[in-house]
């Protein structure tokens, strides 16, 4: 029996580690600057910020995910939901222009738009994992 639910944490667990670097790679796919490289080798505290405002936005509704599921591919597919929605909002987020572009102002190295936009992936996953707690 122990055996049985150590087998299932495993599961369960290795999963969400596998769709949060899904995730990771495509986030930095989505987003139309080099996060990896504006943070490693740049040093730019902006783009650590929204980057890691972006991983904590998409573990919450895989928390809630792996709570509420009744089954494994209930797990899955909703843990593909909660990816799919925070990957359209950094899309539409980094796509608007003009006086406010997040774009330009993390690829800068604005740490105040870095903040605003981890606060902004936070938010929405937890509307994403509040919305899954039918």
């Known amino acids: 029996m122990v055996l049985d639910s150590f087998v299932a944490f495993l599961q369960f667990f290795g999963t969400a580690i596998v769709l949060v670097g899904i995730f990771l790679y495509l986030y930095a796919i989505v987003t139309p600057y080099d996060d990896y490289e504006m943070i490693f080798n740049e ?7 929204g980057f890691g405002g972006a991983i904590i936005g998409v573990s ?3 928390y809630s995910a792996l709570v509420s599921s009744v089954s ?3 797990f899955v ?12 909002f950094a899309l539409l987020i980094t796509r ?9 102002q993390i690829s800068d190295g604005n740490i105040s738009a870095g903040l605003l936009m981890a606060f902004l992936s936070i ?12």
Not at 43 to 49: D, Q, R, T
């Open 77 to 88: 597919v909703w843990g593909v939901v909660a990816i799919t929605i925070q990957l359209i």
């Open 60 to 62: 919450i509704p895989l």
């Open 43 to 49: 040093n730019n505290i902006g783009a650590s910020l």
């Open 72 to 74: 494994f591919l209930d």
């Open 96 to 104: 608007c222009n003009g006086k406010y572009s997040f774009t330009k």
């Open 123 to 134: 938010s929405i996953g937890l509307i994403n994992a509040g919305s899954m707690s039918y």
